[in-house]
Structures are given as structure tokens and as C-alpha cells.
């Protein structure tokens, strides 16, 4: 487990002028001047004639009261070779608090006990105006004087790189930053040789130095004139849709394209030229950010104990690192894969210094080591992540998909419940929605499970239903890479197949919004937005590698699999969701089982699970899940059009989204 050294970080912070003894000297001779020459009867004709005597009195004071600002806004935690827009901010704040402390020392004090301490308002006026503009301008100075340094360090580097003809495709907040880095440096491959954005009124000004030269529709004609070579797309904020439009333009020129990650993935906003990249799959799908409320994080997660089971998974290890930016009191990771853990733990050691966290080697389904971590940390928060979530997989192992998913779940929420937990949030999927496979099956109990301890315990229980996360652990886009990396034909099992997509982080942050959300009792359902074909898919991630599908990479058509689906079911639209205070959470009207119906289905998979009999299972997910369509093994699947009712079992009255 890591541990804080905040001792020695408050130690070296309250002592940086020892590590920057110039900066001190030369910001103490700027204050000093500038207060000076404010006296000068040249400047200030309210004064006069020069009063030496009196300025050299109060000179100490006040560059004090302005040294003291400074240091109270963290100007001194600013980086000047990257000060920028946003820093002078600090210098601004600092100069308003120290003019409005003199000002105040100048009306409240005595005139008589204190008359050496009462700067004129005049003097304070024009002092202000020249310390902080030179404080600022010396800032300045030195960030020309450094890049000016690098330039010619990097002299040789320039001459052996070859510098490609590049123009930017957005000349916003994105693509200022990202050009301003590829000026500043004299080792990069970029040789930018204009903007074009899609807002007319920018056309003939400039960024950074560098002209607009017309809209996305006039690149091929640029192309053509200025001999480009590549296109660099740095949009704020650009959903999947531009970014396609862009790059099919790209693809007819013909131009490589390249692009600026997010602001979101840019820590402090600053963008390294090492971080213009290749345009990918997760680009093209993507959307709006989401829009987290931050206050309400805050009091779910700040200063808690939170646990993460499955936290070396996909999902596990992105919640965790979610969590770990609300400073929790200390999180929890539950792992039962060694590695994973031990991957996960070396992770945040490195990205997450100062939050405490505890890697924990445990099996969700082992009671009594679940019992003891209970015990010993009394989490507040549970995320429960870990889980058998792969569909064909588990159609082989049906047993192991009832214990991992519906047993263990039981398990970590009856000890939530005991030891007192207050929130506890079930990571479910949407193929938990008239469920064909044995793992969304799983997921539907685990669902009904946890409604029914809701009903038993204080404990906060909600589950939260999203599709597909792009890149998961063996999802179809690695698999995909895999492929095209070996040169293989992509396999797709047919070629009308959609899927719900998101990111990883999209998924985990809406996970934390859910679990803010709850009070106890909910199916959360996310808003995957539009279906993705597969298809669509697959011929996308071959292009984007530089080759052409069915040329260079074939795609063949495998049929299919057992369990799967051509349509996955969200229900985010229609009278079977309640809507909640974020635009892409909804509740799921779905009706509770009584404590005796619960009993009466882990019952019966228990002694199925006991007997090891799959046949039993398949019958058992038929027999209580009247939405479910659970094939016999090596049978054809069946349908929701030529289901077979079910007379032997009569369920709860209402379902909600099962309901058709």
C-alpha cells in the first residue's frame, strides 16, 4: 500500500525560494523599481516632488503585502517556460489583493500614529500597473529566452528530421495549443503550414502566427497548392461523426490524417506533439464528454472507503482510477487474477501518488475472505465489477456463470448489507434485457438479488446497465486489431449484427453519476446512443490501418454463436424508464420479486449448480425468467417471435422492460 509524505511537501513548498533564488531576487527588484518610480513627480502630479525619504519608508511594506499576494494566489507553483492565458489569472489575483490592502491601510489607519504606512492612492494605482506587468513581462521574457534556447539545442535534431507539410483542421482552443507546442520546438515533424476551420469568420486571420486558409471544403484544393502531406484534426471537443466526415474527405484527396486527443485526455490542457496521433476506432465512435456533477461525486465518494471488486478488469480498473480523482479516504481493488492486481497496484503507485489504496488477492465468491475484508475495512462504497461477462464462454460453462454472477454477488451484498455499507452499485449489461444467453441470464438474477436485499438491509443496492465498452478485454475491437495486426481475415458472426457502444471512462463515469444518483433499489440504464453495425465496424478499424477491406483484409461472415443476438435491447426510450437528473442516466420500471420467489430461484440454482447439470440451469433461467429465451445446448435458438410459453411458473404480475 502506498503511503503520503505530506510533511516533506509542505516543507518544500514553504521553502521554493531556495530552489529559485533568482527569481526571488529579480521579482524583489521589479517590486522595488516599480514602487519607486510610482513616486516619481514625472508619473504621479499628484505628489508633486519626490519624497525619498517617505518611499524608501514604505517600500518594505509594501513589497511585502504585494510578495505575500503572490505567493498566497500560487503564482510561485506556475512553471514560467509554460505560463500562459490561464496563469495570469494568478497575477491579476494578486495584484487586486494587495491594491485593496494598501487601499485599506490607507483609509483605517491613523493619520497621525500611522502616517508613513498610508501609501497614496495615486502611488498604489500606477505601482500595481508596473509590478505585476513586470512581473509578468519577466515571465514572458524568460519563456522566449527558453524556447529560443531549445530551438538551437535542437539545431541538428532539425536538420535530420524530416519535416512533413501539415495543415490543422480546427483553429480553436484545441488547435492553438497543439500548434503553439509544434512551433515551440525545434525536433518536431510537423512543418504547419495553415488552418482551415469550418467557422467562415475565422478565414484570413490567424492563430499562433498561422493564417486560416478556408474550410474543410477547400483541403483538397489546399492539398493540391501547398503540397501537404498530412492532416492534423485538433477540434474542440469533436464528436465521431465530424471526425468521419473529415477523414473520408482525407481518404478521397488522398491525405494521411492524424489527431489532437480531447482536452478531456490532456492533463492541465497543455499538448505534447508526441501526443498528435493516429486517428482510431474510439475517435470515430465517440461523443459529447460527459457532464458529471462534481459536487455530487464529491459527497459520494471524498473521504470514503471504497471498495472495487474485479478491479484488475476493464471496468474494474477504470473505476478505480474515477474514483481515485475524488480523493477517497482509501479504495479497496479486490482481484482474484494475481497479475491484474499487480498491474492495477503499479499503475496507480505511479498515476495516483497520494491516494491510499489496498490491493486485496480475494475470490468474490470465497465467503469467509470476504467476511474478513469486511471486517477489517468496513468499506462505505462498493463497486461490484467482478464478474463472468463473456456470452459464448458461458454458454460452455453455464455452472461457473451461476456462481461467479449470481452467488457471489449474493454473497458481497448480504455482507455489504450486514457490516453496514451505504451504497453498493451491481455492474450489469444490457443483454440482462430479454436475456438468450446464460450470461445475461445471470446478470438478470444478480439484478433480482440485489432488488430483494434492498428490501432487507439500510444499504443503498442499484444495478447499472450499459452495452458494449470499446477496447474491453476480449471484446470485438482487440480482437479486430489482433486480426488485422497478423494480417487474418476479420471474423464477423453476420453481417446485420449491432451493438451499443462507449468508452471505458464514458461507461465508469456514468457508473459513479448512477451510484451518486441512487437511493436504493434502481436498474439504471445508460444512453448508449446509436446501435453500431459490426459490419460497419470491422471495415472502419482496416481503413484506419491504412489498408482497404476485402483488398487488403477480407471480412468473412462466421454465423451466429450460441446465445448471441442480432439486436442487443436497451429500452432507452418509452414509458418503461424514469428519468433522472443527468440526461444520460434513466431508471428502469422493472418490478421487485417477493423475498419468497427470490428464496424459491436460489433454491432451485443451487441444487442445479450442486448437481453440475446445465441442462437444469437452461431450464431453471426459462422457468423463472418468463422474458428469457434460454436454448438447450447444441439446440437451434429460439426466438422471441416463436417462443413457446411457459405454464408451469407464474411470475410476478409487471416487468417493466421485459413487458412487450
Known sequence: MNTNQPAKNNSEERFWFLRRPVQFIADIVILSAAFLIAYLPSLNIQLGEFYFDTAITQL??????????????????????????????????????????????????SLTTFNLWQVPVSVILIDTLLAFGGLLGLRVLRRFAYELGEKRQYTGAK?????????????????????RDVLGRADTEFEVRGFVDDDRRKKGGSVNGVKVLGTTADLARLVDELNIEQIVIAIDQAQGKEIRRILDICREIPVKARIVPSL???????????????????????????????????????????MVTGAGGSIGSELVRQ???????????????????FQIERELTKDFPETRFLPLLADTGDAPRMREIFADYAPQVVFHAAAHKHVPLMEVNPTEAIKNNVFATKIIGELAG??????????????????????????????????????KYKTNFMAVRFGNVLGSAGSVVPIFREQIRKSEPITVTHKEMTRYFMTIPEASQLVLQAGA?????????????????????????????GLEPYEDIDI??????????????????????????????????????????????LSNFQTAVSENSEAKIRTLFNHFLPEATITEKDKPEETPSNKTEKNFYTPPTKFGLAEK
Open 60 to 109: 518594505p511594506f509594501v513589497v511585502f503585502i504585494q510578495f505575500s499576494s503572490l505567493f498566497l494566489v500560487g503564482a510561485y507553483s506556475i512553471i514560467w517556460r509554460y505560463v500562459s492565458l490561464e496563469d495570469i489569472k494568478a497575477f491579476l489575483k494578486a495584484a487586486l489583493i494587495s491594491s485593496v490592502i494598501l487601499i485599506a491601510v490607507r483609509f483605517l489607519l
Open 159 to 179: 536538420r535530420r528530421i524530416k519535416q512533413k507539410a501539415t495543415l490543422f483542421v480546427g483553429a480553436g482552443r484545441i488547435g492553438s495549443i497543439a500548434v
Open 264 to 306: 478531456h485526455e490532456i492533463v492541465h490542457g497543455r499538448v505534447q506533439v508526441s501526443r498528435i496521433r493516429d486517428v482510431e476506432i474510439e475517435d470515430l465512435l465517440g461523443r459529447e464528454p460527459v457532464q458529471l456533477d462534481d459536487k455530487n461525486l464529491h459527497e459520494f465518494l471524498t473521504d470514503k472507503i471504497v
Open 323 to 341: 474514483v481515485a480523482e475524488f480523493n477517497p479516504k482509501l479504495i479497496l481493488l479486490v482481484e482474484r487474477a494475481e497479475y491484474m492486481l
Open 418 to 455: 450486514e457490516f453496514g455499507v451505504k451504497d453498493f452499485v451491481l455492474i450489469s449489461t444490457d443483454k440482462a434485457v430479454n436475456p438468450t444467453s446464460v450470461m445475461g441470464a445471470s446478470k438478470r438474477i444478480a439484478e433480482i438479488v440485489l432488488q430483494s436485499l434492498n428490501q
Open 517 to 545: 444518483l441512487g437511493k436504493g433499489g434502481e436498474i439504471f440504464i445508460l444512453d448508449m446512443g446509436e446501435p453500431v453495425k459490426i459490419m460497419d465496424l470491422a471495415e472502419d478499424m482496416i481503413r484506419l490501418s
Open 556 to 601: 468473412i461472415f462466421t454465423g451466429i454463436r450460441n446465445g448471441e443476438k442480432l439486436f442487443e435491447e436497451l429500452e432507452i426510450t418509452g414509458e418503461n424508464l424514469l428519468k433522472t437528473e443527468h440526461p444520460k442516466i434513466f431508471i428502469g420500471k422493472i418490478a421487485t420479486y417477493t423475498p419468497e420467489e427470490v428464496g424459491n430461484i
